[in-house]
């Protein structure tokens, strides 16, 4: 018992600790601190070179997001809004429009019940099933039209109907053709000290056969920092990655920023960071090679999602028989150095 209380207090006390440690600093547990060496210096240049020869704002939705003073009408961006909505949400949109339409032409039927031919007296609920052959133009041939006033509604519904159907495959055809980048980020960044060398790690993965070609990610330090005229403003730096572009993402890429005198993260602590409401923020483009098409994908990370002086366990492995097995059950696997 006193062995797993000892065992919890490190772990707090470290995690305290890694809170106010430099994030291009050796942790203090690590071989140089025990033995006295003294902290390591080095040039960009150096630290990227040296790195590439060792290592072959949280995501807010829409609906989180109040905004006062703008008014966003569904009437006036349609289109944007049909493709954009949750599929639920278009599903259940579509079917009570498609109720209230028919409900509108059959109330207008409803008006002059004997200008629509068929047996027997004609109910609201059997004019709204006559609206519905009409707007689909199927015809079943039970009920008809008959005089002005209902060839003329008859009239204005087809041609309703025939916009509408349009309309409709369109955008259904739009929310299946839209390109989409099945790209998955590793839930924590970490920040190695392989050899010396601070670097903050993302790992991304392309979950498709097809390879995704020509890969372009950028990486940005988002902050909430006081302007020199005092205001409150989120600034965004960008963080260099060693190689930020990619020609052909099949299996899973780590991204690497060196963090290096000239790095915004350079003598920060997570403290610091946590105070600023720093998020780093990933965004990555590239051409799906079986559609021809841009994807995009993005994410974001706090700093209590980083984790120091770890790595990401390999996932690529060479199999008996000649083939490449990737392990993606352990794609968000780190350890510890």
């Known amino acids: 018992m006193k062995s797993l209380w000892q065992r919890l207090k490190e772990k707090r006390e470290a995690k305290q600790r890694d809170r106010y440690t430099k994030l291009d600093e050796l942790p203090p547990t690590g071989a140089g601190a025990r033995n006295g060496e003294k902290k390591i210096h080095f040039t ?134 839209r390109p989409r980048a099945r790209i998955m980020f590793s839930n924590t960044a970490v920040i190695s000290n392989e050899n010396g060398v601070p670097a903050l790690c993302i790992r991304i993965a392309n979950l498709r056969i097809s390879v995704i070609l020509s890969v372009d990610v950028e990486v940005a330090l988002s902050r909430l920092v006081v302007s020199e005229n005092g205001h409150l403003v989120r600034r965004f730096d960008q963080l260099l990655l060693v190689q930020s572009h990619v020609p052909v993402l099949r299996f899973a890429f780590v991204m690497a920023h060196v963090i290096g005198p000239d790095s915004p993260l350079h003598g920060k602590t997570v403290a610091e960071l946590e105070h600023e409401e720093a998020e780093i923020m990933v965004t990555v483009t590239g051409t799906d090679e079986a559609l021809g098409q841009t994807v995009f994908a993005r994410t974001a990370y706090r700093f209590d999602r980083v984790r120091h002086n770890h790595r990401f366990v390999d996932i690529v492995a060479s199999r008996p028989d000649g083939r490449i097995a990737v392990d993606y059950t352990r794609f968000h696997d780190i350890e510890e150095h």
Do not use: C
Not at 56 to 72: N, P
Not at 85 to 93: G, I, R, V
Not at 110 to 119: L, R
Not at 131 to 160: D, K
């Open 44 to 177: 960009t240049n150096e630290a990227v070179r040296r790195f590439r020869a060792h290592a072959l704002v949280e995501e807010k939705s829409h609906r989180d997001v109040v905004r006062v003073g703008l008014r966003d009408s569904v009437w006036t961006d349609l289109y944007h809004h049909a493709l954009t909505a949750s599929w639920p949400a278009f599903a259940y949109t579509a079917v009570i429009s498609y109720f209230l339409i028919n409900l509108f032409f059959a109330v207008l039927y409803w008006f002059a019940p004997d200008q629509v031919t068929g047996d027997g007296q004609h109910t609201l609920l059997s004019l709204f099933f006559f609206s519905v052959q009409t707007l689909s133009t199927v015809g079943y041939g039970g009920m008809a039209p008959v005089g002005l006033y209902a060839n003329t509604v008859v009239s204005f519904e087809v041609l309703v109907g025939m916009m509408i159907n349009a309309l409709a495959t369109g955008v259904v055809f739009a929310r299946f053709a």
